[in-house]
């Protein structure tokens, strides 16, 4: 028996076994009912059942072909959290320097994590390896205070900024601007790479974009910390000097805006790091610095003395609730995501993996079943759920936007679960109204003012991403599973238009639109927030709805635009025998 049909039972027998002698006749007697159920069969009727058989010859082949996937990950992860080569990193332990990543572990709260975003940026888009863009970027704790960290790696080039590493600055400078982070910068960067200075210096969201950046947060009153460990020169100086508090490693870090080699060309002066940009002159001279650290170590403990002292609210989370591990094992998502994105995917059984207790009230079940709708609660936290069962019809779009208005109403998040291969399209399609009903969907998503995560599960095709949250739509996070796959369209679609058409199929074209639409092409280019493993899925949520429901964050009143409303919305179609499909009524009422 299944658990919802167990649940009913019990809850049967329950009201049975309560229930008076005497008959209830008025009103007020039968809503008196009620009170016989206890407030846990709410729970229990929710709960998802699953079918998923782990031994089934499916099942085991999605576990070995994910397997494979997941193992190649795993070993480009491990690549990159190395950082530089083996020669840079010992140089850089020479001098008496914690590792980047050492940095990061040292300063975050014992035993909390620190959720790393897009660590696999730049990833093949130079001609030498850029591991992780150059740049550690991540949410972690800080004494108590959920705060962004970014951190150079001077192991990589230097920690120059190419292209990729200006881009995921910024992208971490958002995250924090719009989930109130405040934010800690650990400096040890050679500025700009110049090679690259064409694509780093000169437009609107290149390196200059950051001090911009650090300027508006901090009149918001998001605190701005510079913790400054190695070079930090030119522009570069002015992360140090446009935050609120700045830390200086003595002996280690130097700020200038020009280095002594520029200064003696410059003006013929001949002085040292030290004597120009160095720890004793800024605490003590130019007061560009606030403390002097007498190593790393000392710095970062400065750097967890600076977030104690910000007066920071400290919002419990997760909810003050308890909550419940869910029923069903996350580590089952294995051979339950598919890296063949045509098979069918039953989306309840992800969310009975990645919600508390498997609880799940779903809402509009029985219309618009291609997708799915409901709330739930990750780590005691109220979520409401968007996620794809299918392609996007006229119905699961309305559907769609009826539940996002609701979770706007009531200040609830929302998360998407996306495997969609787009909208549906043909002619009755259309004359149903798919792109203004598509369009109400969209605009719902595009205006809730809620915070909004995305996962992307398998596919995420066409207007499809536009309509569950892609990355144009400003989720606060935006994550893929290592099958996942983006793009207007696939290499087999791809190949069936152009053949539609009468064009010859180029094999080269199909093979890269394949390779151009696979996770890591995506996160490489940020286009995404990192590539998670399916079973860290429900942890990575949590410590996203951590950032965005916790400090300062207050969820603000929604307001939507024009939904476009015809009487096509209200009223059916119908089909007159041996004719085409036509209107019930032609008016349009646009009010």
């Given at each position: 028996m299944s658990a919802t049909r167990a649940s009913r039972k019990l809850l049967a027998s329950t009201l049975r076994a309560r229930a008076p002698a005497t008959p209830l006749t008025s009103r007020s007697s039968i809503r008196g009912a009620a009170t016989f159920v206890p407030p846990h069969q709410a729970n229990a009727i929710s709960v998802l059942p699953t079918t998923v058989d782990t031994s089934s010859p499916e099942y085991q082949e999605n576990a070995q072909q994910m397997g494979e996937v997941i193992a190649k990950l795993e070993k480009l992860t491990k690549k990159v959290r190395q950082g530089g080569s083996q020669k840079a990193r010992d140089k850089h332990i020479a001098r008496n320097k914690m590792l980047p990543r050492d940095r990061v572990t040292a300063l975050i709260d014992p035993g909390t994590s620190f959720l790393e975003l897009s660590s696999l940026a730049g990833e093949g888009l130079y001609g030498e390896d850029v591991p992780a863009g150059g740049i550690i970027t991540g949410v972690g704790v800080v004494e108590g205070v959920t705060c962004m960290i970014v951190a150079n790696d001077s192991t990589v080039k230097g920690g120059t900024y190419y292209p990729i590493t200006v881009k995921k600055h910024l992208r971490a400078q958002a995250i924090a601007e719009e989930n109130n982070l405040p934010c800690i910068y650990?400096?040890?960067?050679?500025?700009?790479?110049?090679?690259?200075?064409?694509?780093?210096?000169?437009?609107?969201?290149?390196?200059?974009?950051?001090?911009?950046?650090?300027?508006?947060?901090?009149?918001?009153?998001?605190?701005?910390?510079?913790?400054?460990?190695?070079p930090c020169t030119a522009g570069g100086a002015y992360v140090p000097a446009m935050s609120d508090e700045s830390i200086i490693v003595d002996g280690q870090g130097h700020i200038f805006l020009a280095g002594p080699p520029l200064v003696k060309a410059a003006t013929g002066e001949v002085v040292s790091q030290e004597d120009l940009g160095g720890g004793q002159m800024h605490t003590s001279t130019s007061g560009v610095a606030d403390y002097l650290a007498v190593d790393d170590a000392h710095a970062l403990i400065l750097a967890r003395r600076s977030i104690s002292n910000l007066n920071w609210p400290k919002k419990p989370f997760p909810a003050p609730t308890t909550y419940e591990e869910p029923l069903h094992d996350p580590e089952e998502l294995i051979g339950i995501a598919s890296t063949n994105l045509r098979r069918p995917l039953d989306v309840h059984e992800i969310i009975a993996r990645i919600v508390d207790g498997s609880h799940f009230s779903e809402f509009k079940k029985d219309y618009g079943s291609s997708l799915v709708t409901g709330f739930a609660h990750i780590y005691g936290h109220k979520v409401g759920i968007v996620a794809n069962n299918g392609i996007l019809f006229s119905s699961s779009s309305l559907k769609g936007a009826h539940f996002i208005e609701l979770c706007a109403q009531r200040g609830v998040p929302l998360v998407f679960l996306q495997n969609i291969s787009g909208f549906m399209v043909g002619l009755d399609a259309e004359r149903e109204g798919i792109a203004k009903n598509g369009a109400k969907l969209v605009t719902a998503v595009a205006c809730a003012n809620v915070p909004k995560f995305t996962v992307v599960v398998g596919a995420s095709n066409g207007a499809g991403n536009y309509g569950m949250c892609g990355r144009a739509y400003s989720p606060r996070f935006m994550w893929m599973w290592p099958n996942a796959k983006i793009g207007v369209m696939g290499g087999e679609q791809l190949s069936k238009v152009m053949e539609t058409v009468g064009k010859t199929v180029d094999p080269e074209l199909k093979a890269r639109i394949e390779r151009e639409s696979e996770a890591v092409f995506s996160s490489a280019r940020l286009w995404d927030d990192g590539v998670i493993l399916p079973s860290q899925t429900r942890k990575v949520l949590g410590l996203g709805l951590m950032a965005a429901m916790g400090g300062k964050n207050e969820i603000k009143p929604t307001k939507f635009g024009v939904f476009r409303i015809t009487l096509n919305d209200v009223a059916p179609y119908k089909r007159e025998p041996g004719g085409p499909t036509q209107m019930t009524s032609n008016v349009t009422d646009n009010t």
């Open positions: 650990l400096v040890d960067s050679g500025g700009a790479n110049l090679p690259h200075q064409a694509d780093v210096f000169p437009d609107r969201d290149h390196f200059g974009r950051i001090f911009y950046n650090q300027a508006r947060m901090s009149s918001q009153g998001i605190p701005q910390i510079a913790v400054v460990m190695g």
